[in-house]
């Protein structure tokens, strides 16, 4: 089993920073893409940024040079800095795992509880 947990949202002015945290755990040997999600009130999902076990990293165009994701493989776990925030960002944050190794087979898609990220001066 594969758990997720973000951390480090919270409310911010705008223009104001916030860096999120993803911690998996569980028995896991490595993880394949990690990805940050995010979903306003009333609208759908989307994606926010993701990195690759080695590296190479995607954004959304909203967030192009305001955001940056990393990871620690090590500690099996994600980052998103978040700068220059706007209105526009307030979201609930959700952290994704794929193709995650662990002891009892590779785990396709997981997900954490998700973390507030509120943009409001």
């Known amino acids: 089993q594969v758990q997720l947990v973000e951390s480090g949202g919270g409310l911010v002015q705008p223009g104001g920073s916030l860096r999120l945290s993803c911690a998996a755990s569980?028995?896991?040997?490595?993880?394949?893409?990690m990805g940050w999600y995010r979903q306003a009130p009333g609208k759908q999902r989307e994606l926010v940024a993701t990195i690759t076990r080695g590296g190479s990293t995607s954004y959304a165009n909203s967030v192009k040079g305001r955001f940056t994701i990393s990871r620690d493989n090590a500690k099996n776990t994600g980052y998103l800095q978040m700068n220059s925030l706007k209105p526009e960002d307030t979201a609930v944050y959700y952290c994704?795992?794929?193709?995650?190794?662990?002891?009892?087979?590779?785990?396709?898609?997981?997900w954490g509880q998700g973390t507030q990220v509120t943009v409001s001066s």
């Open positions: 569980g028995s896991i040997f490595s993880i394949g893409t």
């Open positions: 994704n795992a794929d193709q995650t190794l662990t002891s009892r087979g590779i785990i396709s898609d997981s």
